[in-house]
């Protein structure tokens, strides 16, 4: 009986040691594709010359914006060309009748050229995914320890909705703001319209300010909803900032939610906290 019990308890070891060590490599494989694309995007972003936010910079832009850029700080500092932005804190919901799932995630925005690539990691069990925009074209992939395809969507659909994920971070990076493939209209009553050209996609969103000046929320109607396998309609959607911290002398978001007007009600299905915003990094 000793002996069986060794060996149960011996194998029960080996089980856990190669759990542990396909979770790791899960991690680390996706990682490693999430680090490949973001160097791509920054070795892109050194072909261009970093600017200094001034009155003459930003003065075709609607004055809700201008009025953002001031009361948060931004007047007379390095415009962003790319930015880190660290998360302490994420989370993702899968569908209205699931649980929340808390993540560890990494992001990189890069502003010239437009791009987004986002890593995240689920605690409660061993996926990775990477959420990638570029030139054009979207992509997500999960994969269950490193060997399980779990997610894998390139569709046109799922590109057009990457790039309203940057569309709706413009305020997070305001690089954004100051380029001529984005069109604004000033709708008046701090409300801002904005249509984004790239790569021959096009997508529209209102751009919501408060009294202060502050940035609240993002809608759009042009974010598409999987539905089913290859199955997408288009959603209304909104990002929401519920608040800010001071990083310096930078007033800069924080508090996050993300939500999709469904049919049968709002589904909220992300939420985050920002610890801080790192921007023009080199490597």
């Known amino acids: 009986m000793f002996g069986a019990s060794t060996s149960t308890s011996n194998l029960r070891a080996i089980v856990f040691k190669n759990i542990a060590r396909l979770s790791f490599l899960s991690c680390?494989?996706?990682?490693?594709?999430y680090f490949n694309d973001r160097a791509e995007l920054l070795k892109r972003n050194k072909a261009f010359e970093t600017e200094i936010f001034t009155e003459e910079l930003i003065e075709e832009l609607p004055e809700p914006i201008k009025k953002y850029l001031r009361v948060c700080g931004y007047m007379n500092t390095t415009v962003p060309v790319n930015a880190?932005?660290?998360?302490s804190e994420s989370r993702l919901k899968m569908s209205p009748?699931?649980?929340w799932d808390k993540l560890h995630t990494s992001q990189f925005n890069s502003v010239k050229p437009i791009g987004r690539v986002a890593l995240m990691k689920f605690e409660s069990m061993p996926v990775a995914a990477r959420d990638?925009?570029?030139d054009g074209y979207g992509e997500m992939n999960g994969k269950?320890?490193?060997?399980?395809?779990?997610?894998?969507?390139?569709?046109?659909e799922t590109a057009q909705s990457a790039l309203i994920t940057t569309f709706c971070e413009f305020m997070f990076i305001p690089g954004y703001l100051l380029l001529d493939s984005v069109k604004w209209e000033d709708m008046r009553n701090n409300a801002v319209k904005g249509t984004l050209n790239d790569n021959g996609l096009e997508v529209t969103g209102v751009f919501y300010f408060d009294e202060d000046g502050l940035f609240t929320h993002f809608e759009t109607d042009d974010r598409y909803y999987s539905t089913g396998k290859n199955q997408y309609k288009k959603v209304k959607f909104s990002?929401?900032?519920?608040?800010?911290?001071?990083?310096g002398n930078l007033k800069i978001c924080e508090k996050v939610k993300i939500v999709w007007h469904l049919p049968d009600g709002d589904f909220e299905y992300y939420r985050g906290i920002v610890d801080s915003i790192e921007i023009n990094v080199n490597e």
Do not use: H, P
């Open 28 to 33: 680390t494989g996706m990682k490693k594709v």
């Open 84 to 87: 880190n932005v660290y998360w």
């Open 97 to 99: 009748q699931k649980d």
């Open 132 to 134: 990638l925009y570029r």
């Open 144 to 156: 269950l320890l490193n060997l399980i395809r779990v997610v894998f969507d390139n569709s046109r």
């Open 239 to 247: 990002a929401f900032v519920e608040s800010y911290k001071m990083q």
